[in-house]
């Protein structure tokens, strides 16, 4: 009885010391620890002093162990569930920390969650935890109503994303749908997520994620993507203008190279010699004419053009470029006429003069150009707020894909009609860049085979 | 001689053990260490060999209050090493 007694001692002794270092530094209360130590040490001590024959003890001993056995008993009990009451506190302090983390992150980064209900087959955004900058539509995107929640071009992506989910595919979610805005209009959604199996009672595939506005990056990248398919058209324009320039460059250089070689001929006649020389001077305007053009395109682009402004008599304007263009039309054999449609006999702008001679200049040299047969109109009309000038011509014309893209810079509709027409291509840009600048709008209708006509359009109010 | 307070002592200990259990099987203290319902169980068993003791004085009967005594201090200590220690810091 001794050794039995003795080893129970220990042993209790040893468990109630155990529980104190354990738990001494966890988050049990200190009064709980010390009550089971005490009640677990004196069940120990009731063990030794049963075995030692001490009268006094004798007296105390049934009553103390009636007190303390079932005190022991539930002392066992409360430390346990104080101990799980704290364990859960814990817990849930964690969970509402962890919470609160995650909240102020997505609020930080304009998100919202979203899940995949497989029993109602529908995407449901959390309406709790949404804080994007606008609300959706609907906070349900299921088959029946997609139609009215995403833009047409989003279908299909949606149709995939349910067919998967459907599936239980397990393949992260990455998809952007346009998703409509409850208070008009549309925003890109990102939709990122996984799918993963769970335990829970009613289903074990569970699909969600994030989602966030993508809206602003989608335009930035849709510029780039603009931006990228313009610099290498532009790319593609300026070699072929490149090509083109360096014809017409070529050209007149060719001439001056040529006939000043000629020109050291000594046995050349007087006349002869003039007549080179005539010819070299003419290559020298061509070549100032080209460089004159890029220049004039280089500051229309930078936007260096000096406008000077005074008034301008248009009809006087219309009628010296009449007579200037009408031996070169004629000599092309095609018939220039003069339509000065206006019976008013003040037709003045307040413009700058040389900008709009240069502007009409090239637009009646594209036509004289580009027309082979028929007639070039040169004219002038007046409503109420502005001048019209127009040139008409009954030329090959301009299909109607091209219209828009002839005044671009640079532009050539065909590589092969410059060689075919001469000319660097840049006569329509520098004149829509110098009535622009001047105020005005420019106008073209043309239809391929038929003829083109383009009209200035110049505001007398803007301009007087 | 069985002593009024023996019985009153098995009484309130089985009425605590059983009140204990059922807490247990509610989930209401799962951190406790499984052996300690057997610790509980020893000790209760003791308390009846207390009693039995005081009815028929047999030998085998001290011995066996002892035995389980000692069983219940076994299953305490070993329990005292399996409680689930908190895995979160405070």
Request: with cysteine.
């Amino acid at each position: 009885m001794i050794i039995l007694n003795t080893i129970s001692f220990i042993l209790f002794l040893g468990a109630a010391l155990v529980l104190v270092y354990r738990f001494w530094w966890k988050n049990i209360p200190i009064h709980f620890i010390i009550i089971s130590f005490l009640l677990l040490s004196f069940v120990a001590f009731s063990n030794v002093l049963e075995w030692i024959d001490f009268a006094v003890w004798d007296e105390f001993e049934n009553p103390v162990e009636i007190l303390f056995l079932p005190l022991f008993i539930f002392s066992v009990y409360a430390f346990c569930l104080q101990y799980e009451v704290n364990e859960n506190l814990l817990k849930e302090e964690l969970i509402r920390d962890n919470s609160r983390r995650l909240s102020v992150a997505m609020i930080a980064a304009g998100e919202a969650y979203w899940e995949w209900d497989s029993k109602k087959k529908q995407i449901i955004i959390d309406k709790d935890n949404c804080y994007l900058s606008f609300d959706p539509e609907s906070f349900v995107i299921n088959r029946d109503n997609y139609r009215e929640v995403l833009h047409s071009c989003s279908e299909d992506a949606v149709n995939i994303l349910f067919r998967q989910f459907e599936l239980e595919d397990k393949t992260d979610v990455n998809v952007e749908l346009l998703v409509k805005k409850r208070i008009g209009g549309y925003y890109w959604l990102l939709f990122k997520g996984k799918t993963e199996e769970v335990k829970k009672r009613d289903y074990s595939i569970i699909s969600y994620g994030t989602l966030i506005d993508i809206s602003q990056y989608k335009s930035i990248q849709e510029e780039v993507i603009k931006s990228k398919v313009e610099a290498e058209r532009s790319e593609k324009l300026k070699s072929a203008f490149l090509y083109n320039l360096s014809h017409e460059i070529r050209t007149p250089i060719n001439g001056i190279i040529g006939f000043s070689q000629i020109l050291q001929d000594e046995d050349l006649s007087g006349q002869m010699q003039k007549e080179y020389i005539k010819l070299i001077t003419n290559s020298c305007f061509k070549l100032i004419a080209v460089v004159d053009d890029i220049v004039e395109i280089s500051k229309i682009e930078v936007g260096d053009l000096s406008v000077i402004h005074r008034i301008v008599d248009v009809r006087q304007l219309i009628e010296r470029l009449y007579l200037n263009y009408d031996s070169l039309a004629n000599e092309r054999g095609l018939e220039f006429k003069l339509k000065i449609l206006s019976q008013d006999e003040d037709l003045k702008l307040f413009t700058d003069e040389s900008k709009l001679y240069r502007s009409i200049e090239n637009i009646i040299q594209n036509a004289i150009k580009f027309t082979k047969q028929g007639s070039v109109i040169l004219g002038l009309d007046k409503s109420d707020e502005s001048l019209i000038i127009f040139v008409e011509d009954t030329g090959i014309g301009i299909a109607k894909d091209d219209l828009e893209a002839v005044f671009d810079n640079f532009r050539q509709l065909e590589v092969s009609f410059n060689r075919r027409y001469g000319g660097s291509g840049l006569g329509l840009s520098i004149s829509k860049g110098l009535i622009e600048a001047l105020g005005g709008v420019v106008k073209i209708e043309s239809e391929e085979g038929k003829g083109t006509r383009v009209s200035f359009v110049l505001s007398i109010d803007g301009n007087m | 001689m069985v002593e009024p307070g023996e019985i009153v002592c098995l009484l309130a200990n089985v009425i605590l053990f059983l009140f204990f259990i059922r807490l247990y099987k509610e989930g209401k203290c799962q951190q406790m260490p499984k052996i300690w319902i057997w610790g509980l169980v020893m000790i209760t068993g003791s308390n009846i060999f207390t009693v039995a003791e005081g009815f028929v004085l047999v030998a085998v009967f001290n011995m066996l209050e002892h035995l389980f005594l000692l069983c219940a201090s076994l299953f305490f200590f070993v329990g005292a090493f399996h409680m689930k220690t908190s895995g979160i810091v405070k």
